[in-house]
């Protein structure tokens, strides 16, 4: 009976550090994650940040068919932005050939 009384409270003993120990562990991953960022990624509450940004103006008024650069991201002078739903300057085009403007 005693030696089942002794095995119970090391098999409670036992359980008990690794609980504590997975606690502690979470909390350690939690503090880490919250303020330890590996890398080259600036991390702030409080911040401004100053970038160029241009205001891109059409030529042309239509639907967007396709975009082909990311939010914020770079891009350089001639580069495609966004491609243009063609069907209804074909339309236009077509009656400008028949002879369908009065």
Do not use: W
């Not at 090391?10 to 590996?38: D, M, Q, W």
């Not at 080259?40 to 100053?50: H, K």
């Not at 239509?62 to 339309?91: C, N, P, Q, W």
């Amino acid at each position: 009976m005693k030696e089942n009384k002794k095995m119970s409270r090391k098999i409670r003993k036992i359980v008990y550090n690794t609980i504590v120990i997975c606690l502690l562990a979470g909390a350690l991953e939690y503090v880490c994650s919250r303020f330890v960022h590996p890398g080259r990624v600036e991390y702030t509450d409080n911040a401004q940040v100053r970038r160029h940004i241009t205001p891109v103006n059409t030529r042309v008024s239509g639907f967007i068919k396709e975009i082909r650069f990311e939010e914020y991201g770079a891009v350089r002078k001639g580069d495609t932005l966004v491609t243009i739903e063609d069907s209804e300057f074909k339309l236009h085009l077509a009656q400008a050939d028949n002879g369908g403007y009065r």
